[in-house]
C-alpha cells in the first residue's frame, strides 16, 4: 500500500469528526463526497444552509452535518468562549459576534476547541496566513511545544531515496525565517510527525547551500547553530547538518561530501533554512517530479488544523482530511 492508501485505512478505523468550512469552494464538496464514500472520516460544513443548498451542485453530501452559525444553538456559546480566551488582545462580544458569523475558518476552529469536532481542514481559497491565523490564537500550541510549524508530506513517484520516494519538507508553509533555536524546533516536530505519519525512522537533514564548512555565511552559520542545538535537544535522533540538498538524498555524494555521516544520502526528512527555500522547494518538486504534496500539514498545534494550498485538488483535500484525523487520532 501506498503512503496515502495506508494513511486512509488509518483514519477510516479511528472514523473522526472533521471541519469543512470553505463551503464557497466546489472542491470542498467533490472532496466531502469522497470523504464520506470511502468512509474516512465524519464531516461537518460550516456556512449558509441556503448557501451550501446552492453551492453543492450534484455531488452527494448527504451525509454530512450542515452547521450553520447564524442559526446553530452554540453559537453564543461560542462568543462567549472567543471574548473570554481574546479580550486580552482587546476583543469585545460584538467583534466576536461579527467574526464568528462572517468568517467560517473562526467558527470552525471554535469547533475544534469546544470538543464539537476533532480537526479542520481549511485553505482551498483563503491564504496560509487567513488560515492558520485563527488556529495559532485561539487553539495555541501543544503543552510542552514552543512553536507551530508547518510541513508537507510529499511522495515522489519512481523515487528510491528518502523512504521510498516518501519525505518530510519542513517548514514550507509557516515560519518566515526561523532562527536557530526555531529551526531547531522545526526539525524535532517534523522527525515526531514522520515517525507518526510514515510510520518508519526519521532521518534528518539541515538543509543549506553549503555542506559541512564548504561555504562561509552568516545563513550558513544559522544552520550549523541549528543542528547543534537539535542535536543537544534530541541526542537519539538521526540527524545532522549542515547539508546540501545532494548530500542529504543521494549515498553517493552523501558519502563523497560529508564521509561519516549517518544521514547525508540517507535523509527523509529535509528541513530548510527558511520559508523562501522550503516553500519553492515543494512546489518545484510537486509541479516538475510530479509529487503528490499534502499540507501545509500543522505540527505543534494543540489540535490539528491544516492548511492547502490554493492551487490544490479536490483529491488533495481527502488526503488532508485524512492525515488530519489520523494525527486528531494521536491526541
Ligand atoms: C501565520 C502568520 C500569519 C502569523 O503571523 P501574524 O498574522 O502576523 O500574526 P501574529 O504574529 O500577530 O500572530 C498571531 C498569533 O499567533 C501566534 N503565533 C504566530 N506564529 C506562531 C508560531 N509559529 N507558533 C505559535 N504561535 C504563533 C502569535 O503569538 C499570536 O498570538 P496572540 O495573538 O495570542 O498574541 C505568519 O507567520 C505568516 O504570514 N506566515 C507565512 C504564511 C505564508 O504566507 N506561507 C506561504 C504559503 S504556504
Ligand atoms: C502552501 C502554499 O504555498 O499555499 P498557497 O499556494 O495557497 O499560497
New binding site residues.
Partial sequence: MGFIDEIKARAKACKKTIVLPETEDERTYKAAETVLKEGLADLVLVGSKEEIEKNKGTYDISGATIVDPATDARTEGYIAKLVELRQK?GMTPEQAKELLLSNYLYYGVMMVKMGDADGMVSGACH???DT??PC??ILK?KPGTK???AFFLMVVPNCDMGANGTFIFADA????NPDPEKLANIAISSADSFKLLVEKEPVVAMLSHSTKGSAKHADVDKVVEATKIAQELAPELALDGELQLDAAIVPSVGESKAPGSKVAGHANVLVFPD?DAG?IGYKLVQRLAKAEAYG?LTQ?IAAPVNDLSRGCSAEDIVGVVAITAVQAQAE
Fill in positions: 488582545k491564504s496560509t496566513a492558520l491565523r495559532l490564537q500550541t512553536l507551530v510549524s508553509g509557516l515560519e518566515q520559508l516553500n501545509p505543534g
